[in-house]
């Protein structure tokens, strides 16, 4: 043990442990900030997502707003030198570094103004396009109508530029934007599977070359690969009328172009193994007087790296196979893979549909003429206005109807795992009825199968997932029983050799080739059970860290520490991070830096992250090959994430935000990550508006009191200050809930438009304290649960000072609208409350599709976040005493709701009955829908409506402002068109004026 470490972290924590909780913002306190408005919400920008360059000297992020064009800005690690790209609307897309750093991409989309302007006019936006940057002399090239592209890997000197087709429109994307080009190479996803459809696919590939900005155009291609190496391209030509259609292989280095397969045929799911080495693909044709499904045989090559001359060709049609299931296929549904030996290509097989019988005297015979033969139509028979419209619903399907519905695509495109053995010339197949889904271990010695069939249906009703395990022989078949109906299955080791399970409090590991189990964990001196967990679950197991590289070793988490696990269960386990339980300290994760390792290599340093368990303190820490414990790197009242390591460099990127400021980004040049360069200012967007200058943890006891917790349990909210804060004063406060939130506590909240309706940076910047305690669960209590934890909490944050006692609401959506909901039915400390989309009947919503899955509800009651033992029929009086609309009569607190008609979560009608209750019952209760949406808003007309409205009305019963028309006395429907409008003109007249102002006072 490493006890300097461990006594040094030690003294950390029991220093941070007494230092204030409150971490002032210092932002220029002198100037004036104004508060934020809904128009600064929706500009203000975020950071997205971040790529760090191979050598380290790049790192390139995005920044975007809730609405409107981003930026992506490209920036030197070791130098000031900066790079910004206007990107287009929408927040997603594409970046890539070249393999020797010294070219970058990105894609592009058209900007909100031009988007804006093709919705207008009922025409498509402009097609996605790419901007090419050289990094030494900041040039950029934009390219337009680039669907997909990719730098040609180790050998960098290329980028290939996949062009949309002359018909093909802007896909949209998030929100209605415009799309954006794809990721890079490779196929583009599942291809055309149905006889008959001879539509060519390909489009022009443009090989620009980098030093000289040379191009070569090649034609009619549908997919393209480089491999690692990056000196061979391989390409699927799919042309008009089948012509030319085949396989390439472009040696990069000569220019040497060289058919390595060409038929009348459709070939699709081009991949490289990992290695480059080796290439598969699918090679299909129609039968479609047989079959309307196309019909594939597996390809591939091996050899690829030492040149065309060397390659090796193999192929398997199934039907020259006699062993191949009869109406079956290969399905283009699953992309061919090569076995790490190269001596097995893996794709997957499905059951192929008979052709309709030709109409009498209809069709012809296929190939004649010379051309595919036209589809015939199927035989006369009803039309479809004398054809039922059925759905049977039956007590013994596994799946309700509506989870079917759901999930009928998946069904559609479901595969049964097989292999082709190249030296036996064999095909097997491992997956079938009996035990549908294998997945392959490393090495490809064995499979790990599962079976739900038994379990199927009961899990459905009750939430509870078990499945028989098999080991499978990927090179016969066998299967070999591990174990029935287990409920946690995990990993196959990296060496592929061995499984490992939980069962009954404990870890198993079984040696799949003698398919042996051996309990490893019942002499370690801790518990692996999540005591903490509140659900209607028996020993729930702590998520594991994962096997060792050397797969010696499993890691596992007690919650506390990481321990090392023998997996033969021989020698003694180990407590690698030393102190956690003992300094309530969690080591919760450990940051995976290279992502192509295999296994948690302990012969390297591992980067840990913790948290403290009452500071709420988090920090990195190393975990060293010399021995256990943590030395500390950084342990501060903030977040740390986006930990990355440059590929080929000693370069390690980090953020850092707080409750207070934005998350930055900063690098360093050691493991230690010391003198860390700050690379981003972020916070520049948040200079311009008052905003909260910290948080305070309150610690509380829930009323929940028994014998073993005479106090109630001890539990936590994050009280986060107002803008313009002042001790001694009191503020208006919203609570704002969701199960436990405490462990957020010290990331940044970024104003933003949700489709929930409550954002915490909106609130506390406009004179609000935000409340977020935590709520413990007992079983067959939910509602309870949160009244026992909600008043002593609110009671402890007015003891603090900061919450004036007669202004606080209540807010959650979905679960926490429930909680919401019921709460006021229990207790008058809330001056107001808004329930997004909550549950309020649990004895009808018991039975209730939720519709997004098309399961029931129950099994998320029984099994899940509901937390009851059982249905409602033997649990009547929990039920009932859990369920907001049974003492709706109790009812004293304003309440604004939203429920959606398409609400696919909580059903509509839920909201319906509680409206309807307090309606009845004279109960001030507003009601918010928004036709066709879902269980949150995607609309952003309807976000930012919603948001303005829940802001308003907090601002009428906190912050003594005038109600609106709408919540003093409702809209009659037809008026309402005539208020929306009003409201729009009255948001865009307060935007002019602001712009206005804002010219002349010269600011921002």
Do not use: C
């Not at 409750?659 to 972020?682: D, G, H, Q, R, V």
């Amino acid at each position: 043990m490493n006890v300097s470490r461990r006594t040094w972290l030690q003294a950390v924590v029991a220093v941070a442990f007494v230092l204030p909780l409150v971490s002032l913002n210092a932002r220029h306190a002198d100037v004036p900030k104004r508060p934020l408005d809904i128009e600064d919400v929706i500009a203000y920008r975020g950071l997205g997502q971040t790529l760090l360059s191979g050598d380290g000297q790049w790192l390139a992020y995005r920044m975007s707003p809730t609405q409107g064009d981003s930026e992506v800005i490209i920036r030197s690690t070791s130098s000031d030198k900066e790079i910004k790209l206007p990107v287009g609307e929408g927040a997603g897309g594409t970046m890539l570094f070249s393999e020797d750093s010294k070219w970058f991409a990105a894609s592009t989309a058209a900007t909100k103004r031009d988007a804006d302007a093709a919705r207008r006019a009922s025409r498509p936006a402009a097609q996605a396009g790419m901007t090419l940057v050289n990094l030494a002399s900041s040039e950029k090239k934009d390219i337009a109508k680039i669907r997909r592209f990719t730098f040609s890997g180790d050998a960098g000197g290329w980028i290939a530029l996949h062009r949309f087709g002359a018909d093909a429109a802007a896909a949209p994307g998030p929100g209605g934007a415009p799309g954006r080009a794809g990721a890079p190479g490779g196929a583009p996803g599942a291809g055309r599977g149905t006889a008959g459809d001879t539509r060519p696919k390909g489009t022009d590939l443009v090989l620009h070359e980098l030093a000289t900005g040379v191009e070569i155009n090649v034609g009619n291609v549908s997919e393209f690969a480089f491999n690692k190496s990056g000196k061979t391209l391989a390409l699927v030509i799919d042309a008009a009328d089948q012509a030319g259609n085949g396989v390439q292989l472009r040696d990069m280095a000569t220019g040497v172009v060289t058919p390595i397969d060409t038929d009348k045929a459709f070939y699709e799911r081009l991949a490289f193994t990992e290695d480059g080495d080796a290439l598969s693909v699918l090679k299909g044709h129609d039968e479609i007087t047989a079959w309307k499904d196309r019909l594939y045989a597996v390809v591939g090559w091996t050899g690829v790296n030492r040149g065309a001359a060397s390659l090796k060709k193999v192929m398997f049609d199934p039907a020259k196979d006699a062993s191949f299931p009869k109406e079956m296929s290969i399905s283009n549904n699953r992309t061919p893979s090569w076995t790490e030996g190269r001596d097995a290509i893996l794709f997957g097989i499905a059951k192929i549909n008979k052709a309709d019988p030709p109409a009498a005297g209809r069709g012809r015979a296929a190939g004649e003429g010379g051309e595919a033969p036209a589809a015939a139509p199927p035989a006369a028979g009803p039309d479809a206005s004398e054809r039922p419209n059925l759905v049977l619903w039956h007590y013994k399907d596994p799946r309700l109807q509506s989870a079917q519905q759901v999930q009928e695509a998946s069904d559609r495109a479901f595969t049964y795992l097989s292999t082709y053995r190249v030296a036996e010339n064999k095909f097997v197949r491992l997956a079938d009825d009996d035990v549908r889904q294998v997945s392959v271990g490393a090495k490809e010695k064995f499979g790990i199968g599962t079976d739900i069939r038994a379990y199927e249906l009961q899990s459905n009703l009750d939430g509870r997932s078990f499945r028989d395990i098999y080991a499978v022989n990927m090179t016969t078949g066998a299967r070999t029983p591990i174990k029935k109906q287990s409920q946690y299955g995990y990993q196959i080791s990296p060496d592929g050799t061995k499984y490992y399970y939980y069962e009954g409090k404990h870890y198993f590991v079984v040696d799949l080739a003698t398919v042996t189990p051996k309990n490893i964990t019942e002499k370690v001196p801790t518990s692996f059970v999540d005591v903490e967990d509140d659900h209607n679950t028996v020993t729930p197991p702590i998520n594991p860290v994962g096997w060792t590289a050397d797969s010696a070793s499993l890691i596992l988490s007690d919650g506390w520490d990481m321990w090392k696990v023998p997996a033969d269960g021989s020698g003694a386990a180990v407590n690698l991070t030393v102190n956690g339980k003992k300094s309530q300290i969690r080591y919760r994760q450990r940051l995976r830096l290279d992502p192509d390792e295999k296994g948690i290599d302990l012969t390297k340093p591992q980067l840990i992250g913790m948290m403290a368990e009452w500071t709420k303190k988090q920090g990195l820490g190393v975990l060293s090959p010399s021995g256990p414990g943590i030395e500390l790197l950084m342990f501060d009242d903030a977040a740390f994430g986006r930990v990355t390591k440059a590929k080929n460099a000693d370069v390690w990127v980090f953020s850092k935000e707080t409750s207070s400021t934005s998350p930055e980004l900063y690098a360093s040049t050691n493991a230690s990550l010391s003198n860390p360069k700050k690379l981003t200012n972020t916070n520049a967007e948040l200079e311009p508006f008052a905003y909260s200058p910290g948080r305070m943890l309150v610690d509380f006891y829930n009323d929940k009191k028994d014998k073993a917790q005479p106090k109630g349990e001890k539990l936590q909210g994050t009280l986060y200050l107002p803008a313009g804060y002042e001790k001694g004063k009191t503020y208006p406060t919203v609570v704002y809930i969701y199960e436990r939130l405490t462990q957020g506590t010290n990331s940044f909240a970024r104003p933003s438009v949700p489709g929930t309706g409550f954002n915490r940076a909106f609130y506390l910047s406009n004179g609000y304290a935000v409340f977020e305690p935590d709520i413990k669960y007992y079983v067959n209590d939910p509602g309870m649960s949160a009244v026992w934890a909600l008043v002593p909490a609110v009671k402890a944050a007015i003891a603090t000072g900061v919450v004036d006692p007669t202004r606080v609401a209540l807010h959650g959506h979905s679960w926490g609208g429930y909680q919401t909901a019921f709460t006021i039915t229990q207790t008058s400390i809330f001056k107001a409350a808004a329930a997004g989309a909550p549950l309020t009947d649990m004895i009808s919503m018991y039975a209730l599709i939720y519709k997004n899955s098309g399961g029931t509800n129950g099994a998320i009651f029984e099994a899940s976040q509901g937390r009851f033992t059982s249905g409602p029929w033997d649990n009547w009086e929990a039920y009932t005493r859990n369920s907001p609309v049974a003492f709706a009569k109790n009812v004293k607190t304003p309440l604004l709701m939203l429920h959606n008609d398409a609400d696919g979560a909580v059903d509509f009608t839920q909201g319906v009955e509680y409206f309807n209750t307090l309606r009845r019952l004279g109960k001030p209760v507003v009601m918010v829908e928004y036709p066709g949406e879902n269980h949150g808003l995607a609309r952003q007309p309807n976000m930012q409506d919603y948001m303005i409205r829940m802001k308003e009305f907090f601002d009428f019963y906190l912050m003594d402002k005038p109600a609106p028309d709408w919540l003093k006395d409702g809209i009659p429907r037809l008026k309402m068109n005539d208020d929306i409008t009003e409201r729009l003109k009255a948001r865009e007249d307060a935007k002019k004026k602001k712009a206005t102002d804002s010219v002349k006072k010269g600011g921002v």
